[in-house]
Every structure is written in C-alpha cells, then in structure tokens.
C-alpha cells in the first residue's frame, strides 16, 4: 500500500505562483511514475503534469506547460507542483498520484493510476 497526502494549496491572485507538495509513504519502491491532476467544479479530472519516480522523464499538459514544474527530493519521498503565472482558470482541487507503469509519458489518464491523495484546493481570483 502506498499512502499519499497533499498540501499547500490556497488563495493566491492572478500572476502569482503556489507550490504544491505531495508525500508518499509506505510501500514507495512500487511506484515507478507519479503525477498531477487537477478537477474545476463540473468538470473532468484533467491531466496536469507527469513524472517518471527517477525524475525522468517528464510531461506536462498543453494548458500549463511553460509555467508549471514538477520536481522531486529523493530524500524526503516528496514530489513537488511549481505553479506560476497563475490564471483565474486554473483554479480546481489538486490531486498527485501514484502508479505501477513504467511508461511515464503515457500515464495521462486517471485509470492509469494506483494511489491517490485527497486533493488540495486552490483558488486563483482575478
């Protein structure tokens, strides 16, 4: 079992950055990619970004490439989301996840994944 828990989401305006964190736990040496989701109000759970549990390689989806980061701390078991420039239609509740698949670049969907943390809300105001 792999545990994964999420934090540092909130309220930030538009332009600003945020960085989320996400810590795995537990049975860690099943992961082999781990990633980001994220889910507005009546909407799918969209494809954020996407990371191989090496670092490498790495994958970001269209509406946040150039300025979101995912990066990680081998030490710490704890993958991190830098979000900057942040627009009013990035607002949803963040979700990082956890799988089994070693083809990271093609773990763009939900099912594709094992474990899933609660999810962090943020908010961007205009």
């Known amino acids: 079992q792999v545990l994964v828990a999420e934090s540092g989401g909130g309220s930030v305006q538009a332009g600003g950055s945020l960085r989320l964190s996400c810590a795995y736990s537990g049975r860690t040496r099943s992961i082999y990619t781990v990633g980001w989701f994220r889910q507005a109000p009546g909407k799918d759970r969209e494809f954020v970004a996407v990371?191989?549990?090496?670092?490498?390689?790495?994958a970001y989806g269209d509406s946040v490439k150039g300025r979101f980061t995912i990066s990680r701390d081998n030490a710490k078991n704890t993958v991190y989301l830098q979000m900057n420039s942040l627009k009013p239609e990035d607002t949803a509740v963040y979700y990082c996840?956890?799988?089994?698949?070693?083809?990271?670049?093609?773990?763009?969907?939900?099912?594709?994944?094992?474990?899933w943390g609660q999810g962090t809300q943020v908010t961007v105001s205009s």
């Open positions: 996840a956890a799988g089994r698949d070693l083809r990271t670049l093609t773990m763009t969907s939900r099912g594709q994944y094992d474990w």
């Open positions: 990371m191989s549990w090496s670092g490498d390689p790495v």
